[in-house]
Structure formats: C-alpha cells, structure tokens
C-alpha cells in the first residue's frame, strides 16, 4: 500500500500503537486541514483547530505547534476510500502527506506512529449532525463550513471511529 511500511491501515498495527499518549487525528483536505486530539487514555477525541493547507513544510509547521503543546505520540489520519471501498486520487494524496511526515522528524518524532483509518461518510455524519442535532440556520451552517468547524468535527469523528475500534 504505502511506500513507507510503517504507514498502514489502523486494523494491521494496533499491536504498535503507542499506550498512554495522545493521538492526534487528521482530516486532510484539499484545502484544509481538520485536527482532533484524543486524551491520553485514548477514550475520547476532541476537535481542536483547522489548518488552512498552503504547502507541507508550512502544514508541518502549524501541526508542530499542537503536536508540542498536547504533547501528541501518534498520528491516525483519515483514510478516504470510494463508497465501493477501493482506492481513488484522495488516498495517494493522503500516503503522500504520510510519507512527507516521517521525513520531518523534529516535528512528527523520530519513528511516528502513523495509521489509516476509513473515513468514509464522516463529512456526512458532521453535516447530519448540525442538521440535526444543532439549532444552526442554513446562513450559519455555511458559516461553519467557511470557518473550518466542519473539518475539525471530521477530524473528530475520524479520531472517535479508530478509538472506538481500538477498545
């Protein structure tokens, strides 16, 4: 799958998972870049920020920043499988994005822990829950999306899924 065999699917190294640390989850976008944190006992993620994509040594950069301050000690990075669940441009994006952070060891650790988890439908499942679950109107629902909320809460649920899975 990835070129480098230390990225894989979250189901293939689970026995390498790094215990009592926080996992930093992301959501890659074309423009954007959606971040969740988990606590350190792994039960539950938070959203935390949007990072607005420019090129990967300044995403790197802005990662650094949360990476340091929450302490992170692994990496899982949402996975975004066709519906069919087969590969499509998206997930050479993502193992490219993977591959570039094991080459910036000062920010992403010496050998980071990097797993795939399937994304499918968490874009859906945060734009059903603001239907749904949020008073929000459709003028403040576009707010959110524009302001990066969508993205953080993907990240979110990207994270929330492989902790579940983990347990």
Partial sequence: MAKNKKIRLLE??????PRNVRLMGLDLGVKTIGVAV????????TPVTTIKRT???QDAVELGKHIRDLEVGGYILGWPLNMDGSRGT???????????MTRYPEIFGKQ?????WDERLSTQTVDKF???RVD??????KGAKGSGLVDRLAAQVI???????LT
């Fill in 12 to 17: 293939e190294c689970r026995d390498d998972l």
């Fill in 38 to 45: 988990s606590d350190a006992a792994q039960s539950i993620a």
């Fill in 55 to 57: 090129k990967f040594s």
């Fill in 90 to 100: 998206r997930c050479d994006a993502v193992l490219s994005f993977a591959d570039e």
């Fill in 112 to 116: 980071p822990f990097i797993a795939l």
């Fill in 130 to 132: 603001l239907d749904k």
């Fill in 136 to 141: 929000i109107g459709k003028k403040a629902k």
């Fill in 159 to 165: 994270l929330q899924g492989a902790l579940e899975n």
